[in-house]
């Protein structure tokens, strides 16, 4: 998909600072977004601060590790990144491998570690058993800023990265709040699990829940 006028979609640097632009734009996506509840439950009483140079998970050392690929968009009249998306290439791995990245899964200090077993620990578990001993590309996080979603620029980013997985031959896969589930259909992703947790259980308001649809790319479809 073709992009708008005035807009660039880019590799994103391996610079100091840089991982701190991207959690800005995760942030500002996450307030707007379906996973709004779910973060304040995952945080509790805390807010992230924005006083170091280097954003604690995506380090320069995770942008310049060749197994990920971060790409993304500028909107040249402000020359700001208001999007980006991060895909990672996962090798095959075995009942053991699988055991082993789980329980050394990134649990940052603070979260609720209990919560994100039941939300991301769980969907982690099901993406073991769905890639199995299968190499694949994974759509790790795409993110577009609120007041620049609905323009084609989630599609532009989804757009690279099935091209990429079809380049190497190989299965695409990723998580999405429903509110994605159609962009990633029209991209030839299918549904293959689901995973729901009553938010009300674990402090939040009667009725809310987290959905996230686990899809599957076919190489070449």
């Known amino acids: 998909m ?17 991982g701190r632009t991207l959690q800005s734009i995760e942030s500002a996506a996450i307030q707007d977004g379906p996973d709004r509840a779910l973060s304040d439950l995952l945080w509790p009483g805390q807010s992230r601060t924005d006083d170091e140079d280097e954003d604690p998970f ?30 990672q290439r996962a090798p095959k791995r075995s009942e053991v491998e699988w055991a082993e990245a789980y329980a050394n899964r990134h649990r940052p200090p603070g979260m609720n570690t209990a919560l994100m077993d039941a939300t991301s620990g769980t969907r982690f578990l099901k993406r ?39 380049q190497l031959g190989l299965p695409a896969y990723l998580e999405s709040s429903t509110v994605g589930y159609s962009l990633y259909t029209r991209y030839g992703f299918k ?25 599957l790319r076919p190489n070449g479809a």
């Open 2 to 18: 073709s992009l708008p006028s005035g807009f660039t979609l880019s590799s994103v640097p391996a610079d100091l600072g840089v």
């Open 58 to 87: 995506h380090t320069v050392e995770m942008l310049s590790d060749p197994v990920n690929t971060y790409l993304w968009i500028r909107d040249e009249q402000i020359k700001v990144p208001i999007a980006y998306a991060w895909s």
């Open 191 to 215: 549904e293959i699990d689901r995973v729901i947790v009553n938010l009300a259980a674990w402090g939040g308001a009667n009725g809310e829940v987290n959905k996230y649809v686990l899809m």
């Open 128 to 166: 073991a058993k769905i890639l199995g001993s299968t190499d694949s590309l994974i759509l790790k996080e795409l993110y577009v800023r609120p007041e620049y979603q609905r323009r084609g620029l989630g599609g532009a980013l989804v757009g690279h990265m099935v091209q990429r997985a079809d």
